[in-house]
């Protein structure tokens, strides 16, 4: 008959590697994707995930407290903690059709622009999207044309094959149209910086 494990060893085993995971990561990108992967292995994806990224001493990054929101938001813990650099939040994976590239939530809400352009926050935001890539969103990335156009200016951190560039709902660095499908005026937001004639 084997012999028998002890119960701490046994726990011990089936225990998530936290370990394996490095506490902090050499730049802001890089915290931010594994900010993703970590809450994107959480059994719940029917909600948001958030939190701050913050630079240590030494010039690594590291996330702060991970909040837990519902499907529509995120509770950012306040006040926002020394050294916060960037913010992180992913959107929830629920319903069909959830991770189809050009559903709405594989980019930043409308609330995500404004939480980063907030005089209170005014750091780099990022997103975990449904269908696996990061979105990098820095304040003063939103051009106006009048009440007609805008243009937001984020990045794409990491991609897919074949590349969610022009796939999506709202593509880096392209001009949109500030109506609704319905053709009806969509407000033009107040941070928004005037574009070059």
Excluded at 43 to 68: H, M, S
């Amino acid at each position: 008959m084997a012999a028998l494990l002890p119960l701490a060893v046994l726990l011990g085993a089936l225990a998530p590697r936290a370990s394996a995971m490095p506490s902090s990561y050499p730049t802001l990108d890089a915290a931010a994707v594994a900010f993703v992967d970590l809450v994107r292995s959480y059994p719940e994806q029917r909600k948001e995930y958030c939190a701050w990224l913050i630079k240590e001493a030494d010039g690594r990054v590291r996330f702060g407290t991970i909040n837990e929101g519902d499907m529509n938001t995120c509770p950012s813990s306040w006040p926002k903690p020394a050294g916060t650099v960037g913010s992180v939040h992913t959107h929830p994976i629920w319903g069909p059709g959830a991770k189809a590239v050009d559903a709405a939530g594989q980019v930043f809400s409308e609330g995500d622009f404004a939480h980063a352009e907030h005089a209170d926050v005014s750091v780099p935001t990022y997103l975990g999207a449904p269908a696996g890539h990061v979105l990098r969103y820095d304040p003063g990335g939103s051009l106006c044309w009048g009440r007609s156009y805008i243009m937001r200016n984020f990045k794409v951190v990491r991609d897919l094959s074949p590349t969610v560039d022009g796939r999506l709902p709202v593509n880096p660095g392209k001009k949109d149209a500030l109506f609704d499908a319905g053709g009806r005026m969509i407000p033009r937001p107040a941070y928004c910086k005037d574009g070059p004639r």
